[in-house]
């Protein structure tokens, strides 16, 4: 059992940054795959970014302004958003799960193969707002 509490959400200005925290309990986070979603009023929840030992995959729309690092000795995950955009505005859920899908045998893993999976355990959200 994975008990998950994200923090780090408000309101911050178009361009600006913000660092959400998942911090786990009841089991050590280093042996799970992470995900973060999101999910805007009136649309369904994304996949943000997922983590593994398969590798780090992003959604299009935010590589290169967000990233993902562990802090083991807190057991927790961070989610790194930098140069944020009006429609970044979302509840943010952090999940986990004992891995992330097998790759395929050929051709690259994609985002949406390897992020936008089912994952067992998930957090209860945190409001991100931008104001453009």
């Known amino acids: 059992q994975v008990l998950l509490r994200e923090s780090g959400g408000g309101l911050v200005q178009s361009g600006g940054s913000l660092r959400l925290s998942c911090k786990a309990s009841g089991s050590n986070l280093d042996a799970y795959a992470i995900g973060w979603f999101r999910q805007a009023p009136g649309k369904e929840r994304e996949g943000v970014l997922c983590s593994g030992n398969e590798g780090t995959f992003y959604r299009d729309s935010v590589k290169g302004r967000f990233t993902i690092s562990r802090d083991s000795a807190r057991n927790t995950v961070h989610l790194q958003m930098t140069n944020l955009k009006a429609e970044d505005t979302a509840v943010y859920f952090c999940?986990?799960?004992?891995?992330?899908?097998?790759?395929?045998?050929?051709?690259?893993?994609?985002?949406?193969?390897?992020?936008?999976?089912?994952?067992?355990?998930w957090g209860q959200g945190t409001q991100v707002t931008v104001s453009s």
């Open positions: 999940a986990a799960d004992p891995q992330l899908p097998t790759p395929p045998p050929f051709g690259s893993p994609t985002f949406s193969g390897m992020c936008e999976v089912s994952f067992e355990y």
